[in-house]
């Protein structure tokens, strides 16, 4: 079974910084793209990163360029998101996605909450 | 960047009657090469990640009820629930994965009348 669990979300001041972690397991994590995905609270869902399978590609939003790396390591089955220059408007559900064409498959999410 | 537009944002169905819900792109998603449209269609119910319910504008994912069903090319496209059940309440997002940014439509609600 395919299985994609976030972690390493939680409160942070603005300015500051978070990594995100990303799981995965049931699939041979190193032959697919990745998404990270965001959805403010009570908002609709905006595409924030992927990932080439092999790590060698990488785009962005607009929003995050230049303050969002994302990352993965194949041997530990994990994808990442670092967060940097952290906004209030970064807050938001972050999903990480499997991608099947469409996102086939979601994590649970992680809360990400910019305040003071 | 591709904008997708949703009609209309919410609603309101009687049980076992029909659901149709529209998208529009800002430009085609039709990829000519392999004549296959980078679109998709998820249902999102209260505090659940988004699921996908049709890929390529037409392909039903598996284990997805044969009610939901996806159409469509290059611009516009049309997800209809053919006889909307109780479980069916949720919010319905298309979705475009042919170039960066990948974007989605603002949702739909879809709701028992």
């Known amino acids: 079974e395919v299985q994609l669990v976030e972690s390493g979300g939680g409160l942070v001041q603005p300015g500051g910084s978070l990594r995100l972690s990303c799981a995965a397991s049931g699939f041979t994590f190193s032959s697919y793209w990745m998404h990270w995905v965001r959805q403010a609270p009570g908002k609709g869902l905006v595409w924030v990163s992927h990932?080439?399978?092999?790590?060698?590609?990488?785009t962005y939003a607009d929003s995050v360029k230049g303050r969002f790396t994302i990352s993965r390591d194949n041997p530990k089955d994990t994808l990442y998101l670092q967060m940097n220059s952290l906004r209030a408007e970064d807050t938001a559900v972050y999903y990480c996605?499997?991608?099947?064409?469409?996102?086939?498959?979601w994590g649970q999410g992680i809360l990400v909450t910019v305040s003071s | 960047d591709i904008v997708m537009t949703q009609s209309p944002d919410s609603l309101a169905v009687s049980l076992g009657e029909r659901a149709t819900i529209n998208c529009k792109s800002s430009q085609s998603v039709l990829y000519s090469s392999n004549n296959k449209n980078y679109f998709g269609w998820y249902q999102q119910k209260p505090g659940q990640p988004p699921k996908l319910l049709i890929n390529?504008?037409?392909t039903r994912e598996s284990g997805v009820p044969d009610r939901f069903s996806g159409s469509g090319s290059g611009t516009d496209f049309t997800l209809t629930i053919s006889s909307l059940q109780a479980e069916d309440v949720a919010v319905y997002y298309c979705h475009q994965y042919y170039s960066t940014p990948h974007s989605f439509g603002q949702g739909t609600k879809v709701e028992i009348k």
């Open positions: 390529w504008a037409s």
């Open positions: 990932i080439s399978s092999d790590g060698s590609t990488t």
């Open positions: 996605a499997r991608d099947g064409g469409g996102y086939n498959h």
